[in-house]
Structure formats: C-alpha cells, structure tokens
C-alpha cells in the first residue's frame, strides 16, 4: 500500500494547536519528505499523529505523508499491502510501537537508514521491536528489562556512566509531571541556539533504558526525580545516533494517553522534533528556535493565548 497524504484534513482539524506567527525556515529550501509511521501503539496515535503532521508543515520544511499499518486484530494476510516506498523519503518518523513489520519491510527501512536516509524515534517508538537486532543498533536505548543491555546515563559533571547488563533498573517511569530538559550539547545542530535548560510539560519521564548504545551522542537529558518515582539519575532524552550513511534522531518526550496531551503542545517538542526531523534529512538545521520556546522556569504550550 502506498502511503496516503492525509494533510489537508488534518490540517483543517488542527489548526486551533498551531502557534500564530511561527516562524518559517531561515532560508527558502526545497521542502523535504516526510514519512510518518503509525497504526499500533500503547500511547494514543490517533491523537497524536495529526497535531504532528500540523506542526512539522507549519515550519514551511516539510511535506508530510501518513503511512497506517494494520491493526493488531487484522488477519495476517493484511500485512501484505503494507508495503510503504522508504525511497520517496528524505526521513521517516516512526510513531509506532506494536507487532513486528514484514521482515521485507524491515530490511527496507535498514537499507534505507544505511544508505543514508533519515529515522526519527517519538516516545514510545523506542519500546518497539525488541527481538530486531538492526533497530535496536539504530535506536540505541530501548524500553527493555535490564537484562536486555547497558543501561545510559550522565552523572552530574556530564559524564556518561554505563551500567552493564543485569545491574541496576530496567525501563520505567514515575507519575507524569512537569520537568527540566537539560541541553548536553550546545553545539549539535539540533540543540544549537536552546537554553541551556528549559520547562518541557507535563510528560512521562523515561528511565533505565537499555540497548547496545553504540556511537550514541546525548543531546539531552533530565533529572529522574527519585521523589516523583524516578532514579536520581541524569537520563538521556534526545540523542542521536549513525547508522550507515544514515542519521537516527530519538526523542522520549512526547506521551498522549487522552485528554489535552499537554507533552505534544509543548512548543519545545515541536521544535526537538522538526529540527530532529530536518538534521536526520540533511544534516543540518534551518529551522529557528520560537521565540516563544520554554524557559527555564516556564512551560510554552502551542495554541495557549498570550
């Protein structure tokens, strides 16, 4: 099945979530293709793949295309039309978490990454696919038991402290909450330009993630408060890693269960994930800061009045 464009309709329900005046790229540029993948996951995607097709369009940067796989209850025989043209695609964003694609799809989207195409990783995508050994190479960290791998974290000078296998947490999260994002990496395209730290809204805040974790670079990372069930850990949230020719970038933020989904609102999201999406693409960033992007004291929502 080819991908089907649904962004005029998506477009039309979810204007109300964009932020007037946003700006658009620094530079006029060719916009790039998007592929965002969804159908299965444990978080709500149908709440939370339109308000991004929204978003990464009004940055002026991207066409976006939906692909939707089947459902969980679909027979085995649907798979078969599930056949999304990663070629078409200057980065895929994966927002799915759910039953194993084709192995014929997988080793499409491995061959796409190595020969240089871009992966995007939102949330719970990073608890997908625990038995594929190339994606957990491209994700880096995954939501896995703590038998799984090394488990990632920064102590408080920035250093990165890896915990083997079999030591320490496995993948978790307290009750969501407000927190700090904190930028590791002030020079990375991606990050270039953010406060040094900044309010990102009420989310779920990962913990003791595990993989193989290699050539990883943490861009980001927050403090796992112990007294909001957290680890006392510095825990990486936005990093990236090469696969290939390609660029995998992975974020943790971004949680919607129901209701107002305050995560995906949050301006600093958006941006972590369209600058994300444009690095992974090309290597490089044109896409502003907001001027209303969060402080270190106060949380921006898009669509919050003035």
């Known amino acids: 099945m080819n991908p089907i464009s649904r962004r005029a309709a998506l477009l039309a329900a979810l204007a109300t979530l964009l932020v007037a005046g946003r700006p658009a790229p620094a530079a006029a540029a060719e916009k790039l293709r998007l592929l965002i993948i969804d159908g299965q996951n444990n978080h709500n995607w149908k709440a939370m793949t339109p308000p991004m097709v929204a978003s990464l369009e009004a940055t002026g940067r991207f066409a976006v295309d939906v692909a939707t796989t089947p459902d969980a209850k679909a027979p085995k025989d649907a798979w078969e039309s599930f056949r999304p043209d990663f070629s078409k695609y200057d980065v895929v964003l994966s927002n799915y978490n759910g039953q194993p694609w084709p192995e014929r799809v997988q080793k499409a989207l491995e061959e796409y990454v190595a020969g240089g195409g871009g992966l995007v990783i939102v949330h719970a995508a990073n608890n997908a696919f625990e038995k594929w050994p190339e994606w957990n190479k491209m994700i880096g960290l995954g939501w896995r038991n703590n038998k799984f791998g090394d488990r990632v974290t920064l102590d408080d000078s920035g250093k990165v402290v890896r915990t083997p296998a079999g030591e320490g947490p496995g993948a978790g999260h307290g009750p969501q909450h407000a927190y700090k994002v904190v930028v590791r990496d002030k020079d990375h395209p ?76 949050c301006v600093g999201f958006q941006t972590v994930v369209a600058r994300g999406a444009e690095w992974a693409a090309t290597g490089k960033v044109t896409i502003p800061i907001p001027e209303d992007f969060p402080t270190a004291d106060k949380v921006s929502l898009s669509g919050s009045k003035k």
Do not use: C
């Open 190 to 265: 991606v990050t270039k330009g953010m406060p040094e730290t900044w309010m990102h809204a009420q989310d779920e805040l990962y913990h003791g993630q595990r993989g193989p974790a290699e050539n990883m670079q943490i861009l980001a990372t927050a403090h796992s408060d112990k007294a909001k069930g957290g680890t006392g850990a510095n825990e990486p949230m936005i990093w990236v890693i090469p696969y290939g020719k390609g660029r995998v970038f992975t974020t943790l933020l971004g949680h919607v269960g129901g209701g107002d989904a305050p995560a995906i609102r």
